[in-house]
């Protein structure tokens, strides 16, 4: 048994199958969020199969699957480590040299490829020895990684805030209306745009009251991230941060995970509603309804630091033709139509259950796409004139004010009974371009429509994570405690 064993490590090319294993388990420890193992170890597979056909495509040249096998290591190799190496690079080197750019980088790597073909066809090693050090190295890296996981493991889903379930009081008396929450993106709170835009929001809080409104006032988002701010409104709970300054992968993640399987999801469909998810987060159950490019599919963010990744991400951009490119610049509006379209046509329709709709406009987040007539501009991401981008801010903010108002009134008119709908932004107005006071970017939009209109729960300066708290005991006769009201200041960290 010990000479097979020996004969599999010295003969075979099992580091096509471990690298792939280590690289991802290795992501997996950097960012493990609960549900995320079975994306890696599904990835893993997938890279393993890939690197055996490099193997077998390479056969043809060297007339050996030994050596066909460490091509494709080398493939691997550098597929997997390109970000790290290039990053080291960029820092040693600076991002401008020649020797970091992927025009010196791509040829390089091609001539280095020819240099082992030729090499590996001249050569009589039968790399025994090789292969027995590379299987060896990366079973060990995989044990370490295995076993520092452990832990995550073993704690699973106690990253996530305590679920409220136990906390939920049956309400036979609730008429249990039809629930509609709608996210405007970056839409600023009143005081940011007195402060900041010198401009006066007042006409279109006017008509959310002549629509029996409740604007509440001052309120803030707890985080300054979509992502975190939504897993805190929907899990009404904080957070379990990893760093407490620093947008991370695992808390993106984590608060994705969140967002999937929620506490108010949990309530709301206990009490027999029907969930309708027309955002870009799966929510409860629900597959999003669009693709928002800034929120990655799990798979793609365990391999940001990747060759392939990279180079499409920085470089791919140059292989799309002008009409490609404006498609994806008007994608964020075209998503915004689709997700008006679809609650429209929920608020239409007429079921035996209650509603549960979750809609998460982008708008008025940049680009800003129209002006307040909803007339197209043309917006430069890289604009530097910051008067010239609250200027068009405003236009989109106002813009987006009278098609919120539409779809309110869709709402209105076709629910059977008055409904509860909750309007709100996830944070406040961020695209400075110096630093500006960090209240700022919390300040957001928070309007609630109660059919008891029992807007008592609702208090001044309160925060994301006490929204439906309030909306819950104020509708629902529930009981909750309001949590301390606090926010934290993420700064974005740049992967990939």
Request: glycine residues 4%; hydrophobic residues 40%.
């Amino acid at each position: 048994m010990k000479n097979k064993l020996h004969h599999i490590i010295r003969q075979w090319p099992l580091f096509l199958i471990t690298l792939p294993f280590f690289y991802l388990l290795h992501r997996l420890n950097e960012s493990y969020a609960p549900g995320i193992t079975p994306i890696a170890l599904r990835q893993a597979l997938i890279y393993s199969a890939v690197n055996f056909f490099f193997c077998l495509l390479f056969y043809s040249l060297v007339k050996d699957f030994r050596k066909a096998a460490l091509i494709g290591l080398f493939l691997a190799a550098f597929n997997f480590f390109f970000g790290y190496m290039h990053d080291k690079a960029k820092d040693m080197l600076g991002s401008s040299s020649l020797l970091v750019r992927y025009s010196f980088i791509i040829p390089a790597v091609f001539i280095l490829l020819g240099a082992i073909i030729i090499w590996l066809r001249k050569t009589k090693r039968e790399f025994g020895r090789t292969f027995t050090f590379l299987n060896v190295l990366f079973m060990a890296f995989i044990a370490w990684e295995m076993i520092s996981l452990v832990p995550k493991w073993i704690k699973g889903n106690m990253y996530n805030p305590p679920p409220l379930a136990s906390q939920f009081i049956r309400c036979d008396t609730c008429s249990n209306p039809d629930v509609y929450v709608i996210i405007a993106d970056e839409y600023a709170g009143r005081q940011e745009l007195k402060d900041l835009f010198d401009f006066d929001n007042s006409v279109f809080e006017n008509a959310l009251r002549s629509r029996e409104f409740r604007i509440v006032n001052y309120t803030n988002s707890n985080y300054n991230s979509t992502v975190f701010s939504m897993a805190s409104l929907f899990n009404m709970g904080y957070i379990d941060l990893s760093a407490k300054e620093l947008e991370t992968e695992r808390d993106i993640l984590l608060c994705r995970s969140i967002i999937s399987r929620n506490n108010i999801g949990e309530y709301f469909q206990q009490q027999g509603y029907t969930i309708y998810n027309n955002s870009f987060f799966d929510f409860q159950g629900q597959k999003k309804a669009v693709i928002n490019y800034h929120f990655h599919p799990i798979k793609r963010i365990l391999t940001f630091g990747t060759f392939i990744y990279r180079f499409k991400k920085n470089v791919g951009f140059n292989f799309l033709s002008n009409q490609m490119i404006e498609q994806i610049e008007k994608k964020h509006f075209k998503n915004d139509e689709v997700l008006d379209s679809l609650t429209k046509t929920v608020s239409r329709n007429q079921f035996t259950k209650p509603k549960f709709v979750y809609s998460h406009f982008v708008k008025p987040h940049h680009p800003y796409y129209t002006d307040s007539s909803g007339l197209p501009v043309n917006f430069d991401s890289k604009m530097e004139d910051f008067d010239q981008i609250k200027k068009q801010y405003i236009g989109y903010l106002q813009y987006t004010n009278k098609r919120l108002l539409q779809l309110i009134d869709q709402i209105l008119k076709h629910s059977a009974k008055p409904p509860v709908i909750l309007l709100i932004s996830d944070h406040g107005f961020r695209q400075f371009q110096q630093e500006a006071d960090k209240k700022y970017y919390f300040m957001n939009l928070c309007a609630v429509h109660l059919p008891s209109r029992n807007y008592q729960p609702f208090y001044q300066g309160m925060t994301t994570v006490n929204i439906f708290r309030a909306v819950l005991n104020a509708q629902f006769g529930q009981h909750l405690p309001m949590l301390k009201d606090s926010t934290s200041f993420l700064m974005v960290k740049s992967v990939q």
